[in-house]
């Protein structure tokens, strides 16, 4: 699947690269076409001017006043032989009402757009009219068009994103949901018969202890049962003691360590952090991390829980004086089947998110790490 994302992202990059340089290129190829026929346009419009201004009285000039009149698109100003403005035509009325300087400032940027069409009215003394011209609205577009469309391909690409890593996460989710189920139903059936199993045993004289610690297997499974199931299903969330909730799995991941591990939990002189979270859930999570940190430390060092009670939130953190994270793989421990283990299937943290995150609407993520040091997991949950 992420091969098949990769894929997906790599081809619609490709698209869009190729999109917008054609658009660029083409647009371009239009803007330039354009700029010599206006000004072919501007040069017969000067021509006509001429023809109009060194007419005799019986001339015709019904033509060359056309094309004057015409010239309705194409922005000009007029100067003398000195830059002088003269006369202008086509520019905006309202700016020219409101800003004393728009005429400079037009001026300005016509002389940079283009060199100037230069009419000779006396050769001596030296009498000249200059006409300076703009871009038309027509070309204007075509100018910007190219970035419009990368606008556009650019938020196609990012609603595509978004849409496939939605869809994505939509078929995670229903795997998520569909595992979970059948682990619990198929775990169901072995612990019901267990259970009956365990009622014969309690019949029969000198199997108490044995009872003892059968029952406490039986219960672990059902635990086990009720935690898979629900992950298929939004739970439902109570308020409980974040600090005895923690202890409690803190004790017991305690038992079953090495003696050379030492835990120590902190919760800063407070006896009672409520905070909302399903329990069975919730235990989960702190499992997890603790035996994540039993892993790292290969059966010796030293585990702190720290438990701190902040206005608007709670912030449990899990630390280890095992071997720490790689870089490279940071952005990885979260991620399905990441696991630096010789066996396991790489969920307990991916599993982990997901409860903090999606059923929790709290956050999770590495807070330090150094390799050879340990690393630190902090839980956030809002009150």
């Known amino acids: 699947m992420i091969q098949h994302w990769v894929n997906w992202r790599t081809a619609l990059a490709l698209v869009a690269i190729v999109i917008v340089t054609g658009t660029i290129f083409y647009s371009n190829y239009l803007a330039k076409k354009i700029a010599e026929e206006e000004r072919q346009k501007v040069e017969t419009w000067v021509e006509a001017q001429r023809s109009i201004m060194s007419a005799g009285e019986n001339a015709n000039l019904n033509l060359a006043t056309r094309i004057v009149i015409e010239n309705d698109d194409i922005p000009i100003i007029e100067t003398n032989e000195r830059d002088s403005i003269t006369t202008y035509l086509n520019l905006d009325s309202n700016h020219l009402k409101t800003n004393k300087n728009y005429l400079k400032e037009k001026l300005q940027e016509f002389q940079q757009l283009h060199p100037p069409i ?17 871009e038309s609205d027509l070309q204007k577009e075509v100018r910007y068009y190219p970035i419009i469309q990368l606008v556009i391909v650019g938020l196609f690409i990012i609603i595509t994103f978004i849409a496939i890593q939605s869809r994505n996460q939509n078929t995670q989710n229903q795997v998520w949901a569909g595992l979970a189920k059948e682990t619990a139903h198929q775990l169901g059936t072995p612990v019901t018969s267990l ?30 049962s009720d935690r898979f199931g629900k992950i298929g299903s939004i739970p439902k969330l109570e308020e409980r003691n974040l600090v005895e909730q923690v202890q409690q799995m803190v004790d017991y991941i305690k038992k079953r360590a090495s003696g050379k591990v030492h835990f120590h939990v902190d919760t800063k002189n407070e006896s009672n952090v409520p905070g909302m979270i399903s329990p069975p859930l919730f235990d989960w999570v702190i499992e997890n991390l603790l035996k994540n940190a039993l892993d790292a430390m290969d059966g010796k060092g030293e585990i702190h829980v720290t438990i701190a009670d902040e206005a608007s939130q709670v912030l449990i953190d899990v630390k280890d004086t095992g071997k720490g994270i790689s870089k490279k793989n940071i952005d990885n421990v979260f991620k399905p089947g990441f696991t630096t283990k010789k066996r396991g299937w790489g969920l307990g943290l991916t599993l982990t998110k997901r409860i903090v995150e999606q059923y929790h609407r709290g956050q999770i993520f590495v807070k330090h790490t150094e390799p050879g040091k340990g690393t630190t997991f902090r839980i956030v949950l809002k009150k």
């Open 118 to 134: 230069v009419l000779v009215l006396n050769e001596k003394p030296y009498q000249a009219n200059r006409y300076y011209y703009g």
């Open 195 to 224: 259970e009956g199993w365990l009622e014969v045993l309690r019949d029969v004289p000198g199997n108490e202890t044995i009872v003892v610690e059968i029952e406490k297997d039986v219960n672990r499974l059902k635990l086990i």
